[in-house]
């Protein structure tokens, strides 16, 4: 933190986004500390008046804290483009038996793409978000510093150009101390709880939302073998490793073990169980994924050779070492040094070396392990799933 504002940014205007959270609002006021002209920019990207959406309490808190921090507020709706970019893409997916995070469209698409777009035309010479993330002078995307909150990850998509034009005010601290600046700087909403989920879906049942747009079909659930040990809803509203709301019991051949899921078997309608955390058909000892993005363009590396990096396959996931090559068609081929557990299809592929983040694509298939793995491992190589 500075003494003071700083005399050499007064001829940049900065366009905020606010989202009415704690983090938005402490990047705003990190940026007026720093000499900026600041004005903030509220989008909603989803209308639903059922309870479960909180856009209008959100918009009342971002013009509370624009009133609080003395800075003009810009509301936009880009529900539309949110609808045909972002939650198009997130119904195809589910409905092809994969499982999207349109948390990562979302930031290419609509944050980092329409309303990049919008701050500029507001006259905006740059846009701020409240992601926990850095950018290195050369346009490099680096982890935040608390690994607790590093957003990198949902960030991979976004372009070099795009992230030029950006600035990440807090991806040099952490939750607790943005929060205490909450606090000290009179900001209401520095108690204000994390947002989660996804935003369009907020707190209420998964399921129950997406047999809105996907109508279920119920069919068998059943083991690897065939034999039938339950039901389910609809293939849609289930994704690789879930253990809660299967409803299944105990049975006569199984063991006391939770059930998992282990896959689905679109053309019997059937969702695949299996039971106890280590079982082979939960473990990958690698994917393919493409197409992948990279931030900087495609590491020397792959060409004609391989990448030794790390990846993440989930959010919050520890780094997990591995090789890359490349595929004829550009996809990745990755083999993890270790095995690694309920690796998603249509989830994403995103790859680091050390704090940069060099880009991602999403998880075409998983190659499974072949044999029973040991507590917190698996087992060999077999045959791709």
């Not at 050499?8 to 905020?16: L, M, Q, R």
């Not at 539309?80 to 698409?109: H, I, K, Q, S, W």
């Not at 004609?304 to 997990?320: F, H, M, N, P, S």
């Amino acid at each position: 933190m500075t003494d003071g504002p700083d005399k050499s940014n007064h001829d940049t205007t900065v366009i905020c986004a606010i989202s009415g959270g704690v983090d938005s609002a402490v990047a705003a006021w990190l940026l007026l500390r720093e000499g900026y002209r600041v004005e903030g920019l509220h989008m909603t990207n989803w209308e639903d008046d059922d309870g479960y959406c909180t856009a209008a309490q959100d918009l009342r808190d971002a013009r509370q804290i624009c009133t609080d921090l003395g800075i003009p507020l810009h509301p936009v709706n880009f529900t539309r483009e949110y609808r045909d970019r972002v939650f198009a893409d997130f119904l195809r997916e589910y409905a092809a038996g994969r499982t999207p995070n349109p948390d990562v469209l979302c930031n290419r698409e609509i944050k980092f793409g329409v309303m990049l777009e919008y701050a500029q035309r507001l006259g905006g010479g740059l846009l701020a978000t409240g992601h926990y993330a850095r950018i290195r002078a050369d346009g490099c995307l680096l982890k935040g510093v608390d690994p607790g909150k590093d957003q990198s990850y949902f960030l991979h998509q976004v372009s070099r150009e795009a992230l030029a034009r950006t600035r990440f005010p807090l991806g040099d601290r952490v939750k607790a101390e943005v929060r205490r600046i909450a606090n000290q700087a009179g900001l209401a909403v520095y108690d204000k709880p994390d947002s989660t989920g996804i935003c369009f879906i907020g707190e209420r049942p998964f399921r129950e939302f997406l047999a809105r747009f996907i109508p279920g079909q119920p069919g068998d659930a059943m083991t690897p073998a065939g034999q039938v040990v339950g039901t389910h809803e609809g293939l849609a509203g289930y994704t690789l490793g879930q253990r809660q709301g299967l409803g299944i019991g105990g049975w006569a051949g199984g063991t006391h073990e939770p059930w998992f899921v282990a896959g689905k078997d679109a053309a019997r309608n059937a969702l695949i169980v299996v039971q106890g955390r280590a079982h082979p058909l939960l473990w990958s000892i690698g994917l393919t994924a493409g197409p992948v993005h990279w931030i900087t363009g495609p590491p020397a590396a792959l060409d004609g050779g391989e990448l030794r990096c790390c990846v993440k396959t989930r959010y919050r996931q520890a780094d997990i070492d591995c090789t890359v090559h490349r595929l004829a068609d550009d996809s990745l081929n990755v083999r993890f040094d270790s095995p690694q557990w309920a690796v998603t299809p249509g989830q994403y592929a995103v790859f680091y070396a050390r704090d940069e983040c060099l880009g991602g694509g999403p998880i075409m298939r998983a190659v499974r392990s072949g044999a029973p793995a040991p507590a917190g491992t698996a087992g060999s190589l077999a045959t791709p799933a």
